[in-house]
């Protein structure tokens, strides 16, 4: 039996089609060693706040748990944007010391990088429904996926550096980290339901690639059932369990939120995008669109 390989990478699959059109981006803005009395939280800017310990060691104290030290290589991350403050004692500090400039003083020194991910599309929310609000990778979970480990070490020894285009190296091997970190949350097994789970399953994760990739086909019930090689009844079930909405109703969400974004980024005229979001009609669309994001096309395109 004879293998051969996609080697164009022409059908990318449920995941990529759904970062690339989300515009994942990864910012690291500080860099620096704390000692003496400090503190630092990041939270409210309604991104997704990390934290690497490039060196010593840092006491997390996030509400409702207790608190908890993180050493040297460990990497902490907040998908919901969860309050938390990261400081150098295990009692929770004043709040006059939080975020104030402590890079000297006496005692051992903490080196940490700190940074945020951030969806261009705010439609990526469903996404990280699934997700903790506290992410903790410590050097054992880091073991288990080599490739984090990997990408950490490469972030540590670019920072280092301080050679021209470190801005977007670092920024480049922050994003490969996060999907990364997506990746072992759902081999850890702890996330049962939601799309970030349905994204991995390897029936439902075609239709969904499909819907990514060719919102403008005729898609039905049938016809998605059929790309994941399922039946129409097992693969209706199936799909609004993981997902936790019906597969036509994701499809139209999907075709809306591609519609949302064409008209804030593009010129194309509204039919060409009705046309382009699977609608024969220009008028069906626009009730469609209305439906669903709550006011008509011309309204967001004036946006």
């Known amino acids: ?100 400039e402590a890079f000297g003083g006496d005692g051992p020194i903490t080196q940490m990088i700190c940074g945020f991910f951030d969806f261009q599309h ?79 399953d390897f029936k439902i994760s075609r239709a969904l690639a499909a819907i990514h990739n060719k919102p403008s086909e005729n898609w039905t019930l049938e016809s998605l059932a059929s790309e994941a090689a399922m039946g129409r009844s097992s693969f209706s079930q199936r799909f609004n369990e993981l997902v936790g909405t019906p597969a036509m109703q994701y499809l139209t969400a999907w075709r809306m939120q591609e519609a949302k974004n064409l008209l804030l980024s593009t010129d194309k005229p509204i039919v060409e995008i009705a046309e382009y979001c699977g609608y024969e009609s220009e008028a069906a669309f626009r009730k469609a669109y209305k439906k669903i994001v709550g006011e008509p096309p011309g309204s967001t395109r004036r946006k």
């Open 1 to 100: 039996m004879s293998y051969h390989p996609n080697i164009y990478l022409d059908k990318p699959d449920a995941l990529s089609s759904l970062l690339s059109r989300l515009e994942l981006q990864a910012e690291i803005y500080v860099n620096g060693d704390f000692c003496g009395a400090w503190a630092m939280d990041t939270s409210g800017s309604r991104r997704i706040p990390f934290h690497l310990i490039g060196k010593g060691k840092a006491w997390l104290h996030v509400n409702g748990k207790e608190e908890q030290i993180l050493s040297q290589g460990d990497l902490v991350i907040f998908p919901h944007d969860k309050q938390h403050i990261l400081s150098n004692s295990n009692s929770k500090p004043p709040l006059e010391l939080i975020n104030a």
């Open 122 to 200: 705010k439609s990526a929310l469903p996404l990280l429904d699934s997700l903790p609000d506290v992410i903790i990778l410590g050097l054992a979970e880091q073991s288990a996926n080599p490739m984090i480990r990997t990408l950490i070490e490469l972030i540590v020894a670019e920072l280092g550096k301080s050679e021209p285009g470190q801005y977007a190296v670092i920024n480049q091997l922050a994003y490969l980290l996060f999907i990364q970190v997506i990746r072992q949350q759902i081999s850890a097994g702890d996330l049962k339901t939601g799309l970030l789970t349905a994204l991995f």
